[in-house]
Structure formats: structure tokens, C-alpha cells
């Protein structure tokens, strides 16, 4: 069983910074991308960042050069640093990765949110 279990999210004020983590763990042969997406209220949810195994990232254009992406792959782990934050920055942050497990060659997999308010 494959578990994404994420951290760090909270209430920050705006320019602040925060730092969001996620943990793969269970049967995994190998991880293909790890990233992050989000979902605020009444709204779709979209990507916010993703890292392949080789490093290449993306990023959604409204965090552009305030946020990034990196990866521990000894530790199956991804994270965001998010700096300037803004209120428009606030929904619940969803951990992905695409994964090749016993069961599945390439699936997605989800954690399960971690709220991020921005507010004064």
C-alpha cells in the first residue's frame, strides 16, 4: 500500500513564507514526477508544481519565482518552499506522484491536503 502523507501547511501572513512536505512510503519500484496542486474553495484544482526524476520542474505561472520545487529521491520526498505569499495563494495543497508500484505501472497518487491560509 502506497501512503503521501504531506506537512507545513498553516496560517501565515501575507509576504510571509512557508515550506510544504511530502513523504512517499510502501510498495514503490520507482517514482516518476512529484509535485504539488491545489484547490481553493468554489474552484478547480490546479498544479502548482512538479518535479520529474531527472529534476526538470514546472511551475504554474501565477508562483512563478516565488515558489520551488525540489525533491529528496533517497527519501522519497518532494518539497515547496513558498516565499511572498499572497492571499490568493490560499486552498488546501494536494502532494501527487505518478508512481510504478506492484499494481500499477504509472498511476496517480494523492496525499490527502494540507490547508494554506494566507491572511492578515
Known amino acids: 500500500q502506497v501512503q503521501l502523507v504531506e506537512s507545513g501547511g498553516g496560517l501565515v501572513q501575507p509576504g510571509g513564507s512557508l515550506r510544504l512536505s511530502c513523504a512517499a512510503s510502501?510498495?514503490?519500484?520507482?517514482?516518476?514526477?512529484m509535485g504539488w496542486y491545489r484547490q481553493a474553495p468554489g474552484k478547480q484544482r490546479e498544479l502548482v508544481a512538479v518535479?520529474?526524476?531527472?529534476?526538470?520542474?514546472n511551475y504554474a505561472d501565477s508562483v512563478k519565482g516565488r515558489f520551488t520545487i525540489s525533491r529528496d529521491s533517497a527519501k522519497n520526498t518532494v518539497y515547496l518552499q513558498m516565499n511572498s505569499l499572497k492571499p490568493e495563494d490560499t486552498a488546501v495543497y494536494y502532494c501527487?506522484?505518478?508512481?510504478?508500484?506492484?499494481?500499477?505501472?504509472?498511476?496517480?497518487?494523492w496525499g490527502q491536503g494540507t490547508q494554506v491560509t494566507v491572511s492578515s
Open positions: 501527487n506522484a505518478q508512481l510504478h508500484t506492484p499494481i500499477t505501472t504509472r498511476s496517480d497518487y
Open positions: 510502501g510498495s514503490i519500484y520507482s517514482i516518476y514526477t
Open positions: 518535479v520529474t526524476r531527472v529534476g526538470s520542474t
